[in-house]
């Protein structure tokens, strides 16, 4: 799931949709506090209506700094381990604030609804993130469904939680997509290859047209009728 401003949601824990805010390209999904407050409600740290006039430059730089930490982190765990470094770091944002602590209250059509008390702080919400990693990344379940996309390019990292875990691209519609279209292409340039149509040798030059018979009266009056 994508949003207008190109935010995703679909990979299946919040840590993830965190690190899917950049895909290895030059692309930059979180580019300024607007953004960033898109992807706080998006991804369910905060309730809907939560204030957050405070998000500035400020919380922008640090939840950039903790994606580039959980790309590195997951990427590593993946291949092999990850740096005990960047664990250790990974365990400081985790203990460098409480998460907010959302409270049941009475909507105006009498339903509950989640809020928070008050405005949330930045480390709070960094905590919670880093919290997540650490959960996903400690539990062997959930560790075993973690995939890579096989989109040419990029480097999404998912939950394949499919049926017969058969889910091979963070999105059908954009990654395969696009590698059904370069597969379809390859097709019709090997079919054109099996049929001749880049393999044949020059077409040799064509020779002087023979002359035209000359034509009788009867041909005349027949086209004329």
Avoid: K
């Avoid at 990654?175 to 040798?201: I, K, P, Q, Y």
């Amino acid at each position: 799931m994508a949003t207008p401003c190109g935010l995703r949601f679909d990979c299946g824990r919040i840590c993830l949709d965190l690190a899917a805010t950049t895909d290895g390209t030059a692309a930059e999904r979180l580019t300024g506090p607007d953004q960033l407050r898109a992807w706080l409600t998006g991804a369910g740290l905060v309730p809907y209506g939560t204030p957050l006039d405070g998000v500035d430059g400020r919380w922008l730089g640090g939840f950039r700094a903790l994606r580039e930490l959980l790309v590195r982190v997951v990427h590593d765990e993946l291949r092999g381990r990850a740096a005990e470094a960047d664990l250790a770091l990974l365990n400081s944002a985790a203990a460098a604030g409480q998460p907010p602590a959302p409270c049941a209250v009475r909507a105006a059509d009498g339903t509950l609804a989640r809020a928070l008390p008050g405005p949330p702080e930045c480390a709070g919400l960094l905590a919670a993130v880093a919290r997540d990693a650490i959960g996903l990344l400690t539990d062997a379940s959930a560790r075993a469904q973690l995939r890579q996309c096989e989109g040419e390019s990029c480097t999404l990292v998912y939950l394949d939680t499919s049926r017969g875990r058969r889910r091979r691209w963070c999105s059908s519609e954009v990654c395969g997509n696009r590698e059904r279209v370069a597969r379809h292409r390859r097709r019709t340039m090997g079919l054109r290859e099996r049929s001749g149509g880049t393999a044949a040798g020059p077409v040799p030059a064509a020779g002087p047209a023979p002359a035209a018979a000359p034509v009788t009266a009867a041909e005349n009056f027949s086209a004329g009728r």
